[in-house]
């Protein structure tokens, strides 16, 4: 797990050096630790998100975070927040990166799933993103590395 949390921090500082705000082009900060919700803000509007790194190529499941706060908000009628995702991955050609923005997850793409008995955090549970790649986007970062 401090593998993924390391990931996941340094993914997020990735996304800020590399990617402008989507509403208004000012550049992007990190919000506390913990932070319910959402991981970046803009420093110039209203705009905030949530970041997800995979070491790995685009694919159309990625682990999302803890389903309690995420099942409330929609209870309430609020939107899923945003979503950077950012890919990184290495092959035969190179290194590759790609970060996508998903500005609207409609809730049929969060499947709930509950950790086992034996984990860390025992019968915690947690959602995933599913079927990302049917979902509309906008490519704000790509780099290849030959």
Known sequence: MAGNKLAGDAGEKDVIKKVPCPNCGKPLMG????????????TGCTF????KTNNSKPKNEIFGAGW????KVMKAGFVIP??????KW????????????YPFIPKIHLKMRQLSPTARRANYRMFNYVGIDKL????????DKK
């Open 31 to 42: 919000l506390p630790k913990n932070y319910p919700m959402y991981d970046v803000q803009c």
């Open 48 to 51: 905030r998100a949530q970041v």
């Open 68 to 71: 309690d706060i995420i099942e």
């Open 82 to 87: 945003a979503l950077f995702a950012n890919f």
């Open 90 to 101: 290495k092959d035969k050609k190179g290194t590759h990166q790609e970060i996508r923005f």
């Open 136 to 143: 509309p986007h906008f490519l704000v970062f790509e780099k």
